[in-house]
């Protein structure tokens, strides 16, 4: 069964730590994603990484970097944590195709409360 | 990545179809038609894709209009486990952007 796991399901952290979010998936995709969702906003793309040690800028990336230093691994990371950071985070993966998007695999969230 | 519009929300009898509509009208001739749908608490699921072809899988129907700026998303029988939220996204090479979405209810 194909698999993208998130680190930790519910996470609270204080203004200003550093957070970090952990997504590993086991189907040797090229392409990894992370999300935020937030109600009445839907998901937005926060950066996305097509291959190991590459990254691009998703929609929203301010206030947020990434790491991709394994092909499995893909790391969102909080710099200094603000409360408008609060938000379900979701991590994805798929199979790079040079035609189209490939089916893109769900982890089932990281709730992150700020406070 | 094109812009989508869908409605807000539906509902649907259960055992009936359901027909979600989806505008895409600044899609560009390379760009794919995915629908994913969120079932509340779990991570985003997809479901169909298509070009400007109907597709058809164990899920749903995928119905594009031929000059692709519209397309419509199928589920035959729904129940109430088709409760979801169901996104429509218009897009192409590697970033999947997704919009707010449609709330489909189903009702018993």
């Known amino acids: 069964d194909v698999k993208v796991t998130q680190s930790s399901r519910y996470l609270v952290k204080r203004t200003g730590e550093k957070v970090f979010l952990e997504c590993v998936q086991d189907?040797?995709?090229?392409?990894m994603f992370w999300y935020r969702q937030d109600p009445g906003l839907g998901l937005r793309l926060i950066y996305f990484s097509y291959d190991v040690k590459m990254k691009e800028k998703g929609d929203i990336p301010e206030g947020y970097s990434v790491s991709r230093e394994k092909k499995e691994r893909f790391s969102l990371i909080l710099e200094s944590a603000s409360t408008n950071q609060t938000s379900m985070y979701l991590c994805?993966?798929?199979?790079?195709?040079?035609?189209?998007?490939?089916?893109?695999?769900f982890g089932q969230g990281t709730r992150l409360t700020v406070v | 990545d094109a812009k989508t519009t869908q409605p807000t929300s539906m509902d649907c009898a259960e055992g009936r179809a359901a027909n979600l509509p989806c505008n895409h009208s600044?899609?560009?001739?390379?760009?794919?038609v995915y629908w994913y749908r969120q079932i509340h608490s779990q991570g985003p699921q997809y479901i169909i894709h298509g070009l400007k072809n109907n597709e058809t899988n164990e899920m749903a129907s995928l119905i594009i209009t031929e000059d692709r700026k519209s397309s419509t998303l199928i589920l035959p029988h729904a129940t109430l486990r088709d409760t979801a939220v169901y996104y429509c996204i218009a897009g192409g090479y590697q970033k999947v952007t997704f919009g707010i979405g449609t709330k489909l209810q189903v009702i018993p």
């Open positions: 600044t899609i560009s001739g390379n760009e794919y």
């Open positions: 994805a993966s798929s199979f790079r195709d040079l035609v189209l998007n490939t089916e893109a695999f």
């Open positions: 189907m040797d995709h090229e392409n």
